[in-house]
């Protein structure tokens, strides 16, 4: 129980993120919303790791940075694809993968929920898929899901699923290091990107302020997501992690009037059924 509830809390967390970022990158470039986001993560996770102390294995260090990696591309594509398109449509597909990639690699694993779980499972598998049908906004006109959308989509929801499977291997009993080496190699990669870009400024003004919302909250995020697949099966934690397009839905509804639609209701509907299954199977 434990487990997912820390699960919900990140899903929270990185709802809240998702939304900040996405409007940010509506108003600048994508780049310029993770050069503000990571950095803010980075001070903050490293600063934690060293209170929290612990260990630094090699295992923390590697999967820590493979993280990172995976971490930097998604997030980088999630606030290019946010930025281009309807921030309800974008966030659910991506979760579909998000947690698909992680519930194929605990399976092969040799992971195996129980029956109620495993239903649990499927049917949130099958309610981010609905929230994201049908899918409308009040300004789908210049923020289509187009051809570049959809890629960007599908590439930040494989990177970020593999940021779970990368967090979910790193030693349990290397404190928050996993995260702070992952957050090292992200800014790294950012940086990087947005040197190459010609992209390397700070943004300021309302675009600057939800970037460092963002931050924050991926931060807390992060920190109840690492907590989540230290006490849960990696499929498991993973899908109520990924069920955070609710909350991002939710805030695009109430502060972006973006219409939603019954089957979009019926989605939300199902994910609460489908936490229910998963916490009591």
């Known amino acids: 129980m434990t487990g997912a509830l820390l699960a919900l809390l990140s899903a929270a ?30 001070v903050l996770l490293g600063t934690l790791a060293i209170i929290v102390g612990g260990p630094i294995p090699l295992g923390a260090i590697g999967w820590g940075l493979a993280s990172g990696v995976a971490l930097g591309l998604g997030g980088w594509w999630f606030y290019a694809a946010l930025g281009a398109g309807p921030i309800s449509v974008v966030s659910p597909v991506s979760a579909v993968l998000t947690a698909g990639v992680p519930v194929l690699v605990g399976l092969l694993l040799g992971e195996r929920p129980g029956f109620v779980a495993a239903g649990g499972i499927a049917l949130a598998l099958v309610a981010v898929a609905l929230v994201s049908r049908g899918a409308t906004d009040e300004d789908t006109r210049p923020h289509r899901f187009t051809r570049k959308v959809a890629w960007l989509t599908v590439g930040a929801g494989v990177t970020f699923g593999l940021d779970f499977v990368f967090i979910h291997a790193a030693p349990a009993d290397s404190g928050l290091w996993p995260l702070a080496f992952a957050r ?35 931060t807390a995020a992060n ?55 998963i916490t009591a199977g």
Not at 21 to 28: E, N, Y
Not at 194 to 216: C, D, F, Q, Y
Not at 248 to 276: D, F, K, P, S
């Open 184 to 218: 090292v190699a992200a800014a790294v990669l950012v940086f990087s990107a947005a040197a190459g870009a010609g992209e390397l400024r700070l943004t300021t003004g309302v675009p600057l302020r939800l970037a460092l919302l963002a931050g924050l909250s991926d």
């Open 223 to 277: 920190i109840a997501m690492l907590l989540a697949l230290r006490g849960s099966d990696l499929s498991l934690a993973s899908v109520l992690i990924s069920l955070f397009p609710a909350v991002t839905v939710v805030l695009a509804i109430v502060v972006l009037r973006e219409r939603v639609q019954r089957l979009q209701v019926v989605g939300m509907l199902a994910a609460g059924v489908a936490v229910v299954m």
């Open 13 to 42: 967390g990185f709802g809240v993120s998702d939304f900040a970022g996405g409007l940010a990158a509506r108003r600048v470039p994508a780049l310029r919303v993770v050069l503000v986001s990571y950095p803010v993560a980075l």
